[in-house]
């Protein structure tokens, strides 16, 4: 058991690259935290630097309040499980399993008692004997889970893990760590690009971005309070909707402008008298596809838009609108990345001046026709269109 920290931690290849910058959080005993972000904003880096596996260019890794940058791997009592686990074909699982104690010198009988507790947790008693060609993918997977499990360390690292897996098999996988993880009560850090896996996984999530740090919070928190705009369009399927608008303030009326349409925001709100404050600034507003609705009640803004396409999926429906406004710019943007690929809908190539509301199946649309949204004014997010901070946090 152990507690991490990271301090500052920074890592500059030599070819220029800032691939983690200065980058701080702090690791509970025992917690499952996931770092997230899209590929290439420096989570197998960040995590490297903690196994000791990458040098350190400035900050500091400590484990139980020891500084570990001049520690070597060795010597700092973590186990990592890679995306890529090469299992030793030649060997037995019980072989596998077990060669990390074997080449620490432990005796036989410890490590037959190990490898057969982790065998058991694992689910892979029945398969000691064979050797990883005869295994399916999962079994494998629960293999290189198991080198790491027997030695008890102080601290787990994974690499995404289950990337080689198949989409129904990750599922139950991720289910299997999750609960393994809070049997034995071994702090983790555990490292995806897809945030479906990050929230239903971590205790809390890490959203990394250009290798810096965006947000970390409990998944439900991350979900209702995104402290940005690349966080409220990363986390959450569909994704967010986003669209800039133009602030207009008169006579303590303040309405947002945004192609032919203008919104008067009921005032008495904080959130008016917030943004009263940005006559005619630009903002980035949010609303999540789950909070419009078809029908105007108390409290409710209304927004135009066209149907464009219906996407039945069973109880629900995907509803894509047209809106006349000027899509979220490109640079502020999470889409694109492969966490996308496995959500739900066909919703990879986004673009700006659609919006997404998930509604009943029931509901009946035709292609084309003029509609009113109607979104609670408190469930729409304010961003700065200039830094995609959130203005109503
Ligand atoms: N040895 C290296 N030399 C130079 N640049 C590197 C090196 N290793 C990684 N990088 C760069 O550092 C950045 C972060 O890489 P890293 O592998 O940490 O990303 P990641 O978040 O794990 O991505 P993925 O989800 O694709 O695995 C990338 O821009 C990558 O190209
Ligand atoms: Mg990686």
Request: proline share 4%.
């Amino acid at each position: 058991m152990a507690y991490v920290s990271l301090q500052n931690l920074t890592k500059l290849f030599p070819n220029g690259t800032k691939a983690v910058d200065d980058f701080s959080i702090d690791v509970s005993d025992g917690e499952f935290l996931v770092l997230v972000g899209p590929s290439g904003c420096g989570k197998t880096t960040a995590l490297r630097m903690v196994a000791g596996l990458e040098e350190i260019s400035s900050g500091t890794v400590s484990i139980d309040g020891a500084v570990v940058n001049n520690v070597p791997s060795r010597g700092r009592d973590v186990a990592m499980v890679f995306q890529s686990y090469a299992l030793y074909p030649h060997m037995t699982v019980r072989q596998n399993i077990g060669y990390a104690l074997k080449v620490r010198k432990m005796n036989r009988g410890e490590i037959a008692s190990r490898v057969d507790a982790a065998a058991e947790m694992l689910d892979l008693t029945s398969y000691l004997n064979r050797r990883p060609a005869q295994l399916s993918g999962g079994q494998r997977q629960r293999v290189a889970m198991g080198r790491a499990i027997v030695r008890e360390p102080k601290l787990y690292l994974m690499d995404e893990p289950l990337s080689n897996l198949d989409a129904k098999l990750r599922v139950q996988m991720r289910a299997e760590i999750a609960e393994l993880q809070d049997r034995l009560g071994v702090t983790t850090i555990y490292v995806t690009h897809d945030q479906v896996e990050a929230m239903t996984m971590g205790d809390r999530v890490a959203v990394m971005r250009l290798g810096a740090l965006q947000q970390v919070a409990s998944p439900q928190e991350l979900y209702e309070n995104p402290a940005n705009v690349f966080v409220a369009d990363f986390i959450g399927t569909p994704p967010m909707n986003l669209f800039h608008a133009h602030v207009r303030s008169e006579g303590g009326q303040v309405s947002l402008h945004f192609g032919t349409q203008t919104i008067a925001l009921p005032s008495g709100l904080s959130i008016a008298s917030m943004l009263s404050a940005r006559n005619g600034a630009e903002i980035i507003v949010g609303a999540r596809p789950e909070s419009i609705t078809l029908s105007e009640s108390q409290g409710t803004v209304p927004i135009r838009a066209q149907v464009k396409l219906v996407e039945v999926l069973g109880g629900s429906a995907l509803i894509h609108f047209l809106l006349e406004a000027r899509p979220m710019s490109q640079d502020l943007q999470s889409s694109g990345v492969e966490g996308a690929e496995d959500t739900a809908t066909s919703l990879g190539s986004r673009r700006g001046s659609e919006v997404l509301a998930t509604v009943p199946a029931q509901s009946a649309f035709r292609v084309g026709e003029q509609v009113a949204l109607h979104v609670p004014v408190e469930a729409l997010y304010f961003f700065d269109a200039m830094t995609g901070s959130r203005i109503n946090l």
